[in-house]
């Protein structure tokens, strides 16, 4: 995530903000204040837009919607159509790791962990990838398979504790 602090002004466009930006950043957050020597001074709080669903993985993430496991699809009954307040995207393109699920709104990662997360190999690789999501300014969360089959109402309550708490994080 970059954090941009600039000038802005005011010369009766809309699309004033977006003008200054690179065409492949995508706006989160803006805090615009009015400066005394006119215009406005901000903080954008901004992301790379081509980072997401790289169309070389399509196919890739087509066929993983296709063919969730159990537990995904049973948290996926559980969160789609908004029911957390929030639009939960499944088998979503991130950089060139595809996600399990993915909030954009509130910019929230969650994974499930079956039994090849819990190898040595897996743990290494679900750091790497955990590292470079978070360092895109994403949360990561992770459920165990077993979590959700077991305890479906503590994990959705956990993802609506951190979903108010992005949402309020996000919108300064």
């Known amino acids: 995530m970059n954090i941009k602090i600039l000038k802005y002004w005011n010369d009766g466009r809309s699309n004033g903000v977006r003008k200054i930006l690179s065409p492949h950043l995508q706006i989160l957050s803006v805090r615009l ?4 020597a006119g215009g406005w001074v901000g903080v954008l709080k901004t992301t790379r ?3 997401f669903n790289d169309s070389k993985q399509k196919e890739l993430r087509k066929d993983l919607r296709g063919n969730l496991t159990y537990p995904e699809f ?7 159509c908004k029911a957390l307040g929030v639009k939960f995207r499944r088998q979503h393109g991130i ?3 595809i996600v399990d699920f993915y909030a954009g709104e509130v910019r929230l990662v969650v994974e499930l962990d079956g039994e090849s997360h819990f190898s040595e190999k897996g743990m290494a690789a679900d750091k790497t990838r955990t590292d470079f999501l ?18 479906l109402p503590e994990v959705l309550e956990h ?3 951190e979903i108010v708490r992005r949402k309020t994080m996000l919108t300064f």
């Open 95 to 97: 950089g060139r790791y």
């Open 49 to 51: 837009c081509d980072m």
């Open 74 to 80: 049973v948290l996926w009954q559980a969160i789609r």
């Open 134 to 151: 978070c360092d895109s300014g994403m949360k990561v969360i992770r459920f165990t398979n077993l979590q959700v089959m077991q305890e």
């Open 159 to 161: 993802l609506r504790c």
């Open 33 to 36: 204040l009015p400066c005394e």
